[in-house]
């Protein structure tokens, strides 16, 4: 059988990740709230941990929606940064455009 020939891997997708981690964190805290009512009800089944680890939930993604605006914001200044040394031109891969296998220096 013979091989295909390898392909280079296509560039990362862009995702809104603030918005979807703000999206899960909401959900944890609404599920915290609808539980809530329910908590005598769950902790006689023996389910009484069940709202804290809504609100644990929540609380990591707070955390979570910490670090994706941080990484969004050194995303956008490294980009700013890129476009200000027009002159210089940096590949992804750190080759710096030098396609070739080997060297000659």
């Known amino acids: 059988?013979?091989?295909?020939?390898?392909?280079?891997?296509?560039?990362?997708?862009?995702?809104?990740?603030?918005?979807?981690?703000?999206?899960?964190?909401v959900l944890w805290f609404v599920a915290f709230l609808?539980?809530?009512?329910?908590?005598?009800?769950?902790?006689?089944q023996g389910?009484?941990?069940?709202q804290w680890i809504c609100l644990a939930g929540a609380g990591l993604g707070l955390i979570g929606l910490w670090y994706?605006?941080?990484?969004?914001?050194?995303?956008?200044?490294?980009r700013a940064a890129a476009e200000a040394r027009p002159d210089e031109h940096h590949e992804p891969d750190g080759t710096n455009g030098d396609t070739s296998a080997t060297r000659s220096d």
């Open 34 to 44: 609808a539980l809530l009512p329910f908590h005598g009800t769950l902790a006689e």
């Open 68 to 78: 994706c605006r941080a990484r969004r914001d050194a995303i956008a200044r490294d």
């Open 47 to 50: 389910r009484g941990d069940w």
């Open 1 to 25: 059988m013979p091989k295909t020939p390898l392909r280079p891997s296509p560039p990362p997708l862009e995702a809104n990740d603030v918005a979807i981690v703000g999206g899960g964190t």
